[in-house]
């Protein structure tokens, strides 16, 4: 079992930079696919980004070309770095971790973008 826990959510302007971090305690983070997801309000929760456990990413379109994913394994963390936000970035951040057929979540972290 592991467990997530995200910080560098806040307030930022469009067109800056926000670097999300999610730590992992409890087991070995390398043997999980981590993705990040957000919800914002009134709308599902949707898909960002994924890194498996070998490294490999992707991310939804709407964030492409602005958003990077990546992890440290040896410090249990997963970072999705936010470039040129939007005001529609704006939303709560997931992170989640999952092997076989477990999967695990953590507590968000709000982002909000100002026009």
């Known amino acids: 079992q592991v467990q997530l826990v995200e910080s560098g959510g806040g307030l930022v302007q469009a067109g800056g930079s926000l670097r999300l971090s999610c730590l992992a305690s409890?087991?070995?983070?390398?043997?999980?696919?981590v993705a990040w997801y957000r919800q914002a309000p009134g709308k599902e929760r949707e898909l960002v980004a994924g890194?498996?456990?070998?490294?490999?990413?992707n991310y939804a379109d709407s964030v492409k070309g602005r958003f990077t994913m990546s992890r440290e394994n040896v410090k249990s963390t997963v970072y999705l770095q936010m470039n040129n936000v939007k005001p529609e970035d704006t939303a709560v951040y997931y992170c989640?971790?999952?092997?076989?057929?477990?999967?695990?979540w953590g507590q968000g972290t709000q982002v909000t973008v100002s026009s």
């Open positions: 409890g087991s070995i983070l390398s043997i999980y696919n």
């Open positions: 989640a971790a999952f092997v076989g057929s477990s999967n695990y």
């Open positions: 890194i498996s456990s070998n490294g490999r990413t």
